[in-house]
């Protein structure tokens, strides 16, 4: 017997489950993003300089990208175990000290085992919040529950930009320790999913077991897919946006860039394609058509950004804006994720599958440093970028559709 409402109305889109998932997906971008924000400046204070503002970005990035892989790992398997909104609360209750505590750092080895703290912490927020939207709300409505969570959820980056421009890097990581502890009042009065709470009334279940995902060849092709379709979003985030004023100086922009105003405008694009996605997908009653759209139209973003020859910065920006409309597609991406799972293993799916794809990171970055060496950086760049788009086309091929499933079913193991 299903467990969500057989009705659903506009209200129920706007319901404090789904408002309170979304403000958590704020804070967690804005933490998230802030570190590409304030490299330059945070690492210039550490003493470094020229080509060393890269290699201990790189350095610093993969730390915390490692981090969320971990903790995609640990709050997934506990989002199933424990609940949805535990992990919520936990989550973000330990990147908040540890955004803090990075206001107070004074050497790189310390930088980088809070990113790592961070990163573990920025982990639980966004799967929890798909998770628990995709249950307490009516199939009819679900995509437009995540639309809402992605697109107030990325414009946290238009306010990490905002706070780094007007204040000192150990005051903007402050800040966004203060957003988090914050937001944990608002989680007071949330309930729990109803489909969460009827698993646990079930004896003998399964719940929460991650290398379920491994024994069975058909669980571990839809979880491999569900991945790769993501990775060209953070190949765009991770190297074009993270590295934008590198790369507008390779391609001769004709005015200062940085990587502040790039991480705003690509987030400010992520806002409507998140919105357009999400519209679009209701209106075609499909994930996996607007997703192949959205690919599509990064293709042609992503050769914008290197053909665009010696322009201004605004023009620049605006390519920026353009890359993050079109990776405009990541609430569906994690929606899909969450579609193809029972509830007994949704959340770790839908936990670890964004952070993996942030954790692709890491060797995106690697092979984007070994062919920038060997074929340069723009080179090196599309190399890696072909890669990336080529698995997600091809994994999208190989997912089911998803849009009408109904979610309120358990994953059988042998």
Known sequence: MPHRKESASIRDIFSLPVIVAALGYFVDIYDLVLFSIVRVPSLKSLGLSGHALIDYGVFLLNMQMIGMLVGG??????????GRLKIMFASILLYSLANIANGFITSLPLYAILRFIAGVGL????????????????????????MLVASIGVSGAILANLVATHYEWHNAFFIGGGLGFLLLAARVKVSESGMFKAMEEKAGLSR??????????NRFFRYLNSIMIGVPIWFVVGVLITFSPEFALQLGITGAVTAGNAVMFCYLGLVFGDVSSGLLSQLLKSRKKVILLFMLLSVGAVALYFLQGRRSPEFFYAVCAMLGFAGGYWAIFVTVAAEQFGTNLRATVATTVPNIVRGMVVPITM????????????????????????????????LEETFHKDLDYYEEFL
Request: charged letters at 15%.
């Open 208 to 217: 929460g077991n991650m290398l379920a995902l491994f024994t069975d060849r």
């Open 123 to 146: 982990a639980g927020e966004l799967g929890a919040g798909i998770t628990l939207v995709s249950e307490v709300l009516h199939t009819r409505i679900r995509g437009y529950g995540t």
């Open 73 to 82: 790992i640990l709050w997934g398997w506990l989002g199933d175990k424990k």
């Open 367 to 398: 092979l984007f440093q070994l062919f920038r060496g060997m074929f340069g950086l723009e080179s090196g760049a599309l190399l890696v970028g072909g890669i990336c788009i080529t698995a997600a086309f091809l994994s999208l091929a190989a």
